[in-house]
């Protein structure tokens, strides 16, 4: 059979994610082998795959655009397109693990605001100022603003 590439593949071990929906949906995914133009991915054969997406190399750093071009059980074949799709940053890598970082700190401060707000409430309805319960240690909780991303 003769080669169609215009570029060498490189066996590889790769993990990539296959970005689509304006980035909202994303699936995990294997690069058997990957070149300049293209590569040949391995995921369940049961996922539906638009005919674009964004191909994310972890170990690269590197998002690329890609189209599919044939599919045969669980391998997927797809070709970079060339001309770069305007406005997608390159660089921008997600870095998802500190957004979860970080949302979870704004669930721990939120959640202690609402202690804070219940005992308050609580102390009101029983009619005494909360520095009256006769705990020395209660001050005004500062709680740093929620950052809205």
Not at 13 to 21: A, C, D, H, K, M
Not at 114 to 121: A, D, G, I, R
Request: proline share 5%; with cysteine; glycine share 8%.
């Amino acid at each position: 059979m003769k080669e169609k590439r215009s570029a060498p593949r490189m066996r590889s071990f790769l993990r990539g994610t296959v970005i689509f929906n304006n980035g909202q949906s994303t699936l995990d995914c294997l690069i058997r082998d990957i070149s300049a133009t293209g590569a040949r991915l391995q995921l369940s054969e049961a996922v539906t795959l638009p005919h674009r997406f964004d191909l994310y190399v972890l170990q690269r750093r590197e998002r690329m655009t890609v189209t599919v071009q044939w599919r045969r059980g669980d391998e997927v074949g797809v070709a970079v397109e060339q001309p770069d799709r305007p406005g997608l940053d390159r660089g921008a890598v997600p870095d998802w693990a500190e957004r979860v970082r970080s949302l979870e700190a704004e669930v721990g401060r939120m959640g202690l605001l609402l202690l804070h707000l219940q005992s308050e409430l609580q102390a009101l309805k029983s009619g005494k100022a909360p520095d009256a319960r006769g705990d020395a240690e209660w001050r005004p909780l500062a709680v740093a603003p929620v950052s809205s991303r």
